[in-house]
């Protein structure tokens, strides 16, 4: 088994080692048309490039195959291989096919704006116009990937996309019959008698060529069409890197947002602790002032009893057996009152109380004022209203803390978020078509051959396609 194995695999080295190595291919695709762009007639030109090693083969679906260098007649296989036995390093052979093409041409003429046939125009005068409707007609379902804006995240999508073509259409107009032309996306060039009209266009999947004009007895020139698989130069411009940069600063901002967000709701914490500190304050100095009240009035309670006990004791310092004891007593009565008021009014101390102290052993006070209940009550009650006003004006800014907050995070929840979601949906049809774009170059550089069948070497093809001459 293992000797027949080897027999086999040396068989095919050899057979495979006895034919010319094809390096490059080359199919030209000419088609005759009629005067409105219908294909009459597809011929393929095809050029083999071998190292001419030996007999050089091709796979092809062509009918009537011809070498048109050599004189030797290639061989075809059922299968559609062609063997060419004499070594060449470039082959050329012809032959024609059926098959559709991939662009069709549809052109139209009108007279005076009056459609016409192409045979009506000649040798008539007027204003003519020439309309080519130009159709891709290649549709391929591909599937491509791209990455969402913003996310990064991966999406698989699927898209019946077109082969691309560069399609570029000529005439030669002879100025002594057409004049007053009018072209649009035309360029021309002036060569003697012959002004040279050349448009180059993309059907993907239509476009069109338009051209007015004043005839003189003219003839229709003929039109030659070429097209070429292949998509347009683009502007190199990083655009999903641009939209991404959009996305991170306005992601930024809404980042900005959620911490002044944040800042807003600590805020609004320590107003409500403030606010609650001073509604602790409030009710304290609320509760000293009902006390200091109490206080006055027990001082002045007690100073109207000092003051009704003195005048009672004063009659007494006129009787001489009592006179000294009751002096005594007035005094000290008057001393307490004296005190009393001090306590309930404040201010310096009398020296009549200040001598009293030092006889009876007592150093003098530290201050030499004393505040007096009312001053502090007078003081509380402006610390109540102070609180109040305070309260106040605490409740007033945490409600405007609450309100920028809730303002922060509608701007963030109705502005930098929504713009991102609108960043990201209204940039995915873009990123889409641009996937989809790539997807259409690789198409273009896949398309390599018209009539020969699909195989490894390296292949091009062109279309030149031509309506007759009058």
Not at 110 to 116: A, M, R, S
Not at 420 to 431: M, Q, S, Y
Request: hydrophobic share 35%; with cysteine; net charge positive.
């Amino acid at each position: 088994m293992k000797k027949i194995i080897i027999t086999i695999f040396i068989f095919l080295i050899t057979t495979l080692s006895a034919y010319a190595q094809t390096i490059s291919r080359n199919e030209t695709v000419y088609v005759s048309l009629d005067s409105h762009g219908k294909p009459q007639k597809t011929e393929v030109v095809t050029w083999l490039r071998t190292d001419s090693r030996g007999p050089a083969q091709d796979a092809t679906a062509l009918k009537g195959i011809k070498n048109i260098q050599g004189s030797e007649t290639p061989s075809v296989s059922q299968e559609g291989v062609i063997t060419f036995t004499a070594p060449a390093k470039d082959i050329f052979y012809s032959g024609t096919t059926s098959r559709d093409l991939p662009v069709t041409f549809d052109i139209k003429y009108k007279l005076n704006g009056k459609p016409v046939a192409r045979s009506e125009i000649s040798g008539r005068s007027g204003r003519l116009e020439m309309t080519i409707n130009i159709r891709n007609r290649t549709r391929e379902l591909r599937e491509f990937t791209y990455k969402e804006i913003g996310t990064g995240k991966l999406i698989k999508a699927s898209e019946y996309i077109q082969v691309p073509f560069v399609v570029m259409v000529s005439t030669d107009l002879d100025i002594s019959q057409f004049n007053n032309i009018s072209a649009p996306d035309g360029a021309y060039a002036v060569v003697g008698h012959t002004m040279k009209m050349n448009w180059m266009c993309f059907p993907y999947p239509e476009a069109s060529v338009r051209l007015t004009s004043d005839i003189n007895n003219a003839k229709i020139p003929s039109i030659l069409f070429t097209v070429i698989p292949k998509f347009p130069a683009l502007p190199e411009i990083d655009l999903e890197g641009k939209l991404n940069q959009i996305y991170s600063g306005v992601d930024s901002v809404g980042g900005y947002l959620t911490r002044l967000e944040n800042g807003a709701s600590q805020l609004a914490d320590g107003q409500q602790q403030m606010l609650d500190a001073l509604t602790q304050v409030n009710r304290g100095t609320s509760d000293l002032i009902l006390a200091s009240n109490a206080q006055i009035e027990m001082i002045g309670g007690a100073a109207r009893i000092s003051e009704g006990m003195g005048e009672k004791i004063t009659p007494l310092t006129k009787i001489p057996v009592v006179s000294g004891e009751a002096g005594k007593a007035k005094r000290y009565m008057d001393i307490q009152k004296g005190l009393l008021d001090l306590a309930s009014n404040g201010g310096p101390f009398p020296d009549d109380i200040l001598a009293f102290l030092k006889e009876q052993g007592k150093e003098a006070p530290p201050v030499k004022e004393f505040p007096g209940i009312r001053v502090t009550a007078d003081g509380i009650s402006q610390l109540n209203k102070g609180s109040l006003a305070m309260i106040d004006g605490s409740k007033k800014l945490e409600a405007g803390t609450l309100e920028l907050k809730t303002g922060i995070s509608q701007v963030r929840q109705q502005g930098t978020d929504v713009i991102k979601n609108r960043i990201v949906e209204g940039a995915d049809p873009l990123v889409r078509k641009l996937a989809s774009i790539n997807s259409a170059k690789r198409l273009a550089n896949e398309y390599d051959r018209f009539a020969g069948r699909p195989g490894r070497v390296k292949s091009s093809v062109a279309f030149i396609l031509k309506t007759p001459d009058e």
